[in-house]
């Protein structure tokens, strides 16, 4: 009998599907599968979509898995769902759009939900990533909305960022220019068949030249229309141009180890808050700090420089 993790390696999608329900769980047999696969991941090239809602992020991602299929080369897409109520209409759209897929053994799609939880989303990404990457997907996409601190972390996984930005965004531009320079490889201007696309696109080429080109990579600015795939074959150019930038430049490597990083930090975060609640319900010793807090009796900091020292020790 293959084991998990064998049947992964051999590209088994109901496999797949089983060890990211087993990681959702945190069921341990997991991670020890994820584990044995860590060897067999490192191959496929990561691009992260990020944008606004409604700017078209699932629709362009659709049109990126049809190129990437014409092109021979098989998919992972991870989608990150916000569960907000007003959303729900949206991701019933996605659901549809990409039931086409379903028949397609090159493709692969997993939506994670968000309740708010964006913590241990970036963890489940991370994992959801490594198991595609090592079942053999060649692309691994993860679509995930807005531009806040947690998202800028799941795209710190990608090697490939692509900002998706939309006409008549003015004030929009102002509030994410900030964190989106240094996330952004490249500009998507979608939607560039409503009115102020010319207008857009000089907005996102100030704010480029203002940030300068920093380590050699000046983003380019696609247009496209992503309802009716224009302009989507540039945009599958351009990300080829930045992983052969990547890879030309050594930088590839760079990604790759923050990416790791990031990775290590984040098991570590996860190990720490599990023995943490572990110690806090089995050690009566810190529980009784704890309480000491819950009273007032002793302040929050002398408590947990105290914890940390009772877990060091423990
Ligand atoms: N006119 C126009 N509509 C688009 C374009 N791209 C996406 N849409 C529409 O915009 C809506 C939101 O798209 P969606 O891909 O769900 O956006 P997401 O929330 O960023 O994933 C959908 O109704 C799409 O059909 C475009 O280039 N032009
Ligand atoms: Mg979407």
Known sequence: MATLAQRVRGGERRAAARLMRL???GVSAGFDALRELYPDTGRARIVGVTGSPGSGKSTLVDQLVRVWRDRGLTVGVVAIDPTSPFSGGAI??????????EADDGVFVRSLATRGNLGGLSRSTRDVVAVMDAMGMDRIVIETVGVGQDEVDIVGTAHTSLVVLVPGMGD???AIKAGILEIADIF??????????????????????LGGDLDGWKPPIVRTIASSGEGVLNLADAVDDHLRWLDETGRFED???????HHVRQALRDRFERRLDRAITEQTGIAGLIDAAA???????????????????G
């Open 23 to 25: 990681l959702d769980d």
């Open 92 to 101: 019933l759209g996605d659901r549809i759009r990409m039931r086409q897929h």
């Open 172 to 174: 929009d531009i102002q």
């Open 188 to 209: 998507v201007l979608n939607k560039a068949d409503h009115e102020g696309v010319d207008r857009a696109e000089r907005e996102i080429r100030a704010m480029i030249e």
């Open 255 to 261: 990604r790759v180890r923050r990416a790791r990083v």
């Open 295 to 313: 009273s007032g009796e002793q302040d929050p900091y002398s408590v947990a420089d105290a914890v940390l020292a009772e877990l060091s020790v």
